[in-house]
């Protein structure tokens, strides 16, 4: 058999069946490379799927709580009502400028009407100023018992490093965290904490345990400290988006998403990087076929 570029020429064939074979051939080798195409499409569309969404949808699976209930776990941070609480009368949506593929919004309904408890602050809701991962651990079981979360939100560590280094058991604690809320089919929403004045080594050691414990569990991960940085690198961030005492995020205009006011509002970014986490999390996990 000789074989050219772009066609198949059989010897000692008859020109019409040789035609025949040919086209036979040619749309043997359409089909080929149609499925071929195809299937790379598919595994274009999975690479671009987060490695936490099929785990996270297993989880989901059990779940039979309070759905759309956020859960919020953390320090003075959390507790703050410049936190998440203008989820509950905002309409985030608007500052969605980009189409990632994902609705801006569900269908027929508003944010605030599938975010259930964004004003639940205290410890009876899992933070309170002051607290670290110890703290927290004493009331979890306690709120995903009552709450019955669907999602919660987990920032904790800017007091454990109070001393300028990791407590060593730190890490044991956030994932026995992880690991009760994964338990109660409860998506876990692990943030990093921000920049703390005078604490950059301790800081960066307890962001290392949360990155590392996010991709361990697989689950979905809010790098606060890393958007800062984005934003404000060096020590840009003091006076702009961490406040004058070192350690909490500014509060201006918490509910204004703009580039600009991203710049410089500390309580907005988290809220912002925070909704779209949950956006996300909403249309790939929880309700899946709402983004079809």
């Not at 980009?98 to 269908?107: I, Q, V």
């Amino acid at each position: 058999m000789l074989y050219c570029a772009g066609a198949v020429t059989l010897p000692h064939t008859h020109p019409r069946h040789a035609w025949s074979s040919n086209l036979s051939i040619r749309l043997t080798l359409l089909l080929i490379a149609l499925l071929a195409g195809l299937s790379f499409s598919a595994r274009a569309v999975a690479a671009d799927e987060p490695a936490w969404v099929a785990p996270m949808r297993k989880v989901h699976a059990g779940f039979t709580g309070d759905t759309t209930y956020v859960a919020q776990f953390g320090d003075s941070i959390t507790h703050s009502m410049a936190f998440w609480s203008p989820l509950g009368w905002d309409e985030p949506q608007q500052y969605l400028a980009d189409d990632d593929g994902l609705p801006k919004k569900p269908a027929d309904k508003r944010w605030r009407d599938v975010i259930l408890g964004v004003r639940d602050k205290g410890p009876e809701f899992g933070n309170q100023s002051g607290w670290r991962i110890g703290n927290v651990l004493n009331v979890a079981d306690d709120v995903l018992k009552s709450q019955q979360p669907e999602v919660a939100v987990i920032m904790i560590g800017t007091n454990d490093i109070s001393g300028g280094r990791v407590p060593a058991d730190y890490a044991k604690g956030v994932a026995q965290l992880i690991d009760k809320c994964l338990a109660a089919h409860c998506v876990p929403l692990l943030t990093t904490i921000p920049p703390r004045r005078d604490h950059d080594d301790a800081v960066a050691a307890a962001n290392k345990i949360l990155r590392a414990l996010a991709a361990e569990k697989k689950i979905p991960l809010i790098d606060y400290h890393a958007a800062i940085l984005e934003r404000r690198p060096g020590d840009a961030w003091q006076g702009t988006l961490i406040s004058a005492d070192g350690v909490h995020p500014t509060a201006d205009k918490t509910q204004v998403y703009s580039p600009e006011n991203l710049q410089s509002d500390g309580y907005a970014l988290r809220n912002w990087l925070t909704f779209l986490a949950y956006r996300e999390v909403y249309f790939r996990v929880l309700h899946p076929e709402a983004a079809k």
